[in-house]
């Protein structure tokens, strides 16, 4: 096919399906690279050119060996572009796209999408509100970071995706145990201030620097929460053109804009704090959404993220000119939980609004969608006590630490 274009799919979890159906569905040759732990996953086969498998997860890759491999298959391929699908994946595909000068997203600009120092110190060079922070290079800063921020705070792995790793403290004299215990590795850390608040996310889609679509939703139960505490995961889309969906987005924009994030799909977090009601930056990524976020966008807009994603990856390389479908205005909310079963029986929610059961292996998760927010929260709550008393399971922190 003289029109072909190729793409170079680098993922570390089982995710993105969608993503490389639609694109191979666009007439491209669709290439994955994945972990070899991951070879047995239900990957879409059919719709791949070919998979190559790396020792290793996360960060263990050897990214020589990478880069020799993606150098093999340029001997008699031309490669037009390289996409991380999760967070682990950005730096993989930044150092490739620097090496072998693919167009997209290079290393500097992708570190403010995956280390937490780099994401606070652009946003308050751009001016966009974040809590209060210091990295853990140097003992005068932290000494004046404590002595002058009132805790509590967090102790944050610059790099960990979702909210693993995070450690809450109330002193200065916990603050340097924990920092002395890490020894050398501190400076993979940052400290920040821990502000209670609700917790959102803003689910945007991006062609040339601007957000063509985005949907501002609330964590009913934050991922940190869950993360430390085991619990129900939940999230709904909150009102459209509410105070909070208009404040979200206008500082959801400052992001994309200010960090420099061209096209794509991302997945950014803010916080109203409960003391002054203002919205905060949290964290961002360039990816979409883990936790079948996705499929709760899709069932309020009608816009899958992972397909229009694809699409702008294939436009983009192609110079033609991307167009996104209709948008609906509906609800819809997830709830997700780790169940003692391997694969629980949902038959017993049946109300008509539920339009998807996650499938995930000892997970218990339904999504229900609704013209109605209320209808909404009020089965979300419904289906939460539900869950808790007949499915649930918690886990130690290692076990559910990503929700990817």
Not at 135 to 162: C, G, M, Q, Y
Not at 192 to 201: A, L, N, S, T
Not at 386 to 401: G, N
């Amino acid at each position: 096919m003289a029109d072909n274009r190729t793409f170079i799919c680098i993922s570390n979890y089982f995710k993105g399906s969608d993503f490389m159906i639609e694109l191979k569905q666009l007439g491209n040759t669709v290439f994955l690279v994945t972990s070899d732990k991951l070879r047995d996953k239900p990957w879409p086969f059919e719709h791949l050119d070919e998979v190559f498998y790396m020792d290793g997860q996360d960060t263990d890759w050897n990214m020589e060996h990478l880069l020799l491999g993606v150098q093999g298959l340029m001997k008699s391929n031309k490669i037009d572009g390289i996409v991380a699908l999760d967070d682990f994946d950005v730096e993989k595909a930044t150092y490739l796209r620097e090496h072998l000068r693919i167009q997209g997203m290079g290393q500097t600009t992708g570190r403010y999408f995956r280390d937490k120092l780099a994401m606070r110190m652009r946003a308050k060079s751009c001016g966009i509100s974040n809590p209060n922070f210091c990295s853990l290079f140097n003992d005068h800063d932290i000494n004046t970071f404590a002595d002058t921020v009132a805790p509590p705070w967090v102790l944050k792995p610059r790099s960990e995706a979702s909210a693993s790793g995070i450690i809450k403290i109330h002193d200065k004299e916990s603050l340097w145990m924990h920092i002395n215990e890490m020894g050398n590795n501190r400076f993979k850390y940052l400290v920040e201030q821990f502000r209670p608040g609700d917790v959102y996310h803003c689910d945007s889609l991006i062609v040339n620097g601007k957000i063509v679509f985005s949907m501002t939703s609330k964590y009913l139960a934050t991922p940190m929460e869950i993360s430390q505490g085991g619990g129900i995961f939940r999230s709904a889309n909150i009102v459209y053109g509410s105070e909070d969906d208009k404040a979200i987005k206008k500082c959801n924009e400052q992001v994309i804009k200010g960090f420099g994030l061209k096209h794509g799909a991302a997945h950014s977090e803010y916080i109203k704090c409960k003391d002054d009601g203002k919205i905060y930056f949290l964290e961002t990524s360039s990816r979409v959404g883990g936790a079948h976020l996705a499929e709760m966008v899709a069932a309020a807009s009608g816009i899958n993220l992972w397909k229009e994603w694809a699409k702008i990856e294939d436009a983009l390389v192609r110079e033609t000119a991307y167009k996104l479908p209709k948008v609906r205005k509906e609800y819809a909310g997830i709830v997700l939980t780790l169940s003692k079963f391997e694969k629980p029986d949902l038959s017993p929610f049946s109300d008509e609004e539920v339009c998807f059961q996650v499938p995930l292996e000892y997970h218990a998760g339904l999504i229900v969608n609704s013209d109605k927010p209320n209808r909404v929260l009020e089965l979300l709550d419904d289906y939460a006590d539900r869950l808790v008393h007949d499915y649930a399971a918690v886990a130690a922190q290692a076990e559910i630490k990503k929700l990817h």
